[in-house]
């Protein structure tokens, strides 16, 4: 019963409610607290149709009433009446349960004509009063019975009279004889208090007493303080009862309400039924506030024992960073050991190159002085035959030392300064960027992922990325999304969907800058992305013939460079890579030549007809040629006869420029015909068609002829 507490306790004066009175808010208040925060209003603003008691105004003419209200403090936090010039307006003031009340105000001496104050009832209240809820702050005027005209909440106060017995001092037993112990039972028959002792003792649950009726102390007191239920009257006529219920004004009336008042038209039914009626709305009402009740406990339980692993996991997880930074520490001290033995290590060497320098001119340096002491002895002797008997000799070897003492004799071979710079800038940024990417059930979602540069690449017209979690994340990740732009400023899209943390790929533009990211995800959603990585492809073409989508008949042989075929039909066999963008030259050499076969060259589709010769059907473009003459053929078109054939070591090229969408051909290095083919779109693979009478070896990667001026350049393109 101690959250009950609060709701017994006035609003204005704090303490439990003293004779309480309901406001036509619903709201209780102490008659005489009601009769503190009373305050006078002037006859100008309160017209007799504004006047209202509490039993007299509907739900409807309280709301006009309301809008009437003569101050409103509900944003400024200050109400003020308007009333006399004198009188001061007062700020209100906090009660101890937290709401605003108003203080109350000097009363104006009441007109001669009030009524006069009854035996035992309240003083008169000033005409023209006006008291404020100070829960709702709505305010009304009191008519001339003042707050007489407010019905008594004697369901509150029986309330707050049983909560307070059931406060008091613990009932002793009546029965001990020296010490009375703590009754823990009441006979309601008997009306003794009895302790267990006592109670077994005294009164026995069996014979007569078996039928008596024990209640707990507390339960008991109150019947037995209990006075009989007073009669309620009405506020209007006080010598009727209240025995009719009003269902429109939602009160208890009387019979004389019925027969002279406002409420003779209205429907109204008998007060005990729909004191059932209401008492089973209010348990049916209250039987769905329990369940949020118990679903709020729940709610708390769970929230303690979050508290409690919260804690737990928090020491966790600090022992769990303290470990990872000692790691780090470790490692770190670890790399300073082997920096500062390579530190001595070139301190070591410097000094032994040093010293060795030093020795060795040292010795020099000996040498040299000998040589010169005993030249100059050799100067002083006056034998001119002896003289120059060694003189030769003396001024080679003279020369010969001072040769040794040439160039780069004299210079350091070491310096004293030391050539290690440590590069410690990115290991500093990235201790500076050491921070927690995600915290342990912070959030469910995936961290970033980090590329590792040093094993992303580009060959040819292929891109491989690799890439890692961080470090310290700790969220479980089901897969990853690797996306690609179009290699011309496009959107990113999806080219890898996967739990792999390596992908190639394959078919980019050549000459084409792509930018790439990458992102993971689990079950709670998908992370963020990593940072963008920007990869340049080969400017040039380098392909192959491709094994996988060749005739079966089709021979490959030189890593997939040389071609040929096991029958006398035409075969045909296509480039690993396809184009759609760019200027590309590739060549072909006739290494053997057998029989004059007609061979085709050209570009083709990815669905191409393999078992016919390049060019039959509509989805190739070829140049086929005998020993002395070719043609252009698509669809099983032929044009443009050109003089000129082949033969073993001829060499046929092609030129495919996207920018003009045009494709030329070339033997021995001179053009073949005119423009071949015109308006091309689309992809294309390189191709060509063959039996066994031939066979052709591939050469890529090769500039543009000389002859030839590319159209502008089509930007670098997206994924073929």
Not at 187 to 210: I, M, S
């Amino acid at each position: 019963m101690d959250e009950m507490e609060e709701e017994l306790k006035c609003p204005v004066c704090g303490s439990f409610y003293r004779e309480p009175i309901i406001l036509p808010c619903s709201h209780n208040i102490c008659l005489a607290c009601a009769r503190n925060i009373l305050v006078q209003t002037p006859d100008a603003e309160s017209p007799q149709s504004s006047r209202a008691s509490g039993s007299g105004v509907s739900d409807y003419d309280y709301l006009d009433l309301d809008k009437m209200s003569l101050y409103s403090e509900a944003d400024s936090g200050y109400g003020s009446y308007g009333g006399f010039v004198s009188a001061p307006t007062t700020p209100c003031q906090k009660s101890p349960n937290g709401v605003r009340v108003f203080p109350p105000t000097v009363p104006q001496p009441p007109p001669q004509q009030h009524l006069l104050p009854q035996p035992g009832s309240l003083p008169p209240i000033p005409r023209n009063s006006c008291i404020t809820c100070p829960q709702c702050h709505r305010s009304l005027i009191l008519d001339d019975r003042g707050l007489r005209g407010f019905p008594k909440n004697r369901v509150l106060e029986g309330v707050v009279d049983r909560y307070q017995q059931s406060k008091a001092a613990a009932l002793k037993c009546q029965l001990c004889e020296k010490m009375p112990k703590e009754a823990t039972v009441m006979c309601e028959q008997c009306d003794v208090f009895y302790c267990d002792p006592c109670r077994l003792r005294c009164h026995p649950p069996r014979g007569p007493l078996a039928k008596h009726r024990l209640v707990p102390p507390a339960q008991g007191r109150i019947s037995r303080r209990a006075s009989p239920r007073k009669i309620s009257t009405c506020t209007e006529h006080e010598l009727e009862n209240l025995s009719m219920y009003c269902v429109q004004c939602k009160t208890p009336v009387c019979y004389q309400c019925l027969e002279e008042g406002k409420h003779g038209t209205h429907e109204v039914k008998a007060l005990g039924a729909m004191w059932k009626l209401h008492k089973g709305q209010l348990s049916q009402a209250l039987n769905g506030l329990s369940d949020r009740a118990t679903e709020a406990k729940e709610f708390l339980v769970q929230l303690r024992n979050s508290v409690q692993h919260i804690q737990e996991n928090g020491v966790e997880f600090e022992a769990c960073l303290v470990a990872q930074c000692d790691a780090l520490i470790d490692a770190l001290n670890r790399r300073k050991a082997q920096l500062l033995a390579r530190v001595n290590k070139e301190h070591e060497h410097k000094l032994k190159v040093v010293r060795d320098q030093i020795s060795h001119c040292t010795v020099k340096l000996r040498q040299t002085t000998g040589l010169m002491e005993y030249c100059l002895e050799v100067i002083k002797e006056n034998d001119p035959s002896g003289f120059l008997q060694i003189s030769d000799a003396l001024i080679r070897r003279v020369h010969m030392t001072e040769g040794q003492w040439g160039k780069g004799t004299l210079t350091p071979r070491m310096t004293s300064d030391f050539d290690l710079t440590l590069d410690s800038g990115p290991l500093l940024q990235t201790i500076h960027q050491l921070d927690f990417v995600q915290m342990k059930g912070s959030s469910p979602f995936p961290a970033a992922p980090m590329l590792q540069l040093e094993e992303c690449c580009t060959q040819n017209n292929s891109a491989t990325l690799s890439w890692k979690q961080p470090p310290l994340s700790t969220i479980t990740v089901d897969g990853y999304i690797l996306e690609l732009d179009d290699g011309n400023g496009g959107p990113f899209r999806e080219v890898y969907v996967g739990t792999e943390t390596i992908c190639t790929v394959d078919g980019l533009h050549f000459n084409s800058t792509y930018k790439s990211r990458v992102k993971a995800f689990n079950a709670s959603g998908v992370g963020q992305y990593s940072k963008t990585l920007i990869m340049q492809t080969s400017e040039i073409a380098w392909f192959t013939f491709d094994s996988a989508s060749a005739h079966p008949d089709i021979i490959l042989s030189n890593d997939n460079l040389t071609v040929t075929c096991n029958s006398y039909d035409d075969r045909v066999v296509l480039g690993n890579s396809a184009f759609s963008r760019g200027v590309h030259y590739w060549e072909m050499t006739i290494d053997r030549y057998d029989n004059h076969p007609d061979p085709a060259f050209g570009i083709a589709r990815g669905d191409v007809l393999k078992d016919v010769m390049l060019g039959k059907d509509d989805k190739a473009w070829a140049m086929y040629v005998d020993n002395n003459r070719s043609w252009f053929m698509h669809n099983n078109s032929h044009t443009n006869r050109t003089d000129g054939g082949i033969g073993k070591g001829a060499t046929i090229g092609v030129l495919l420029d996207f920018s003009r969408g045009l494709v030329i051909f070339l033997i021995n290095d001179e053009q073949q015909g005119p423009v071949a083919f015109e308006g091309l779109e689309g992809v294309y693979y390189p191709a060509i068609s063959i039996n066994r009478n031939v066979q052709v070896t591939l050469h890529t990667g090769l500039p543009i002829p000389d002859f030839y001026t590319p159209g502008e350049a089509d930007p670098a393109g997206s994924v073929c």
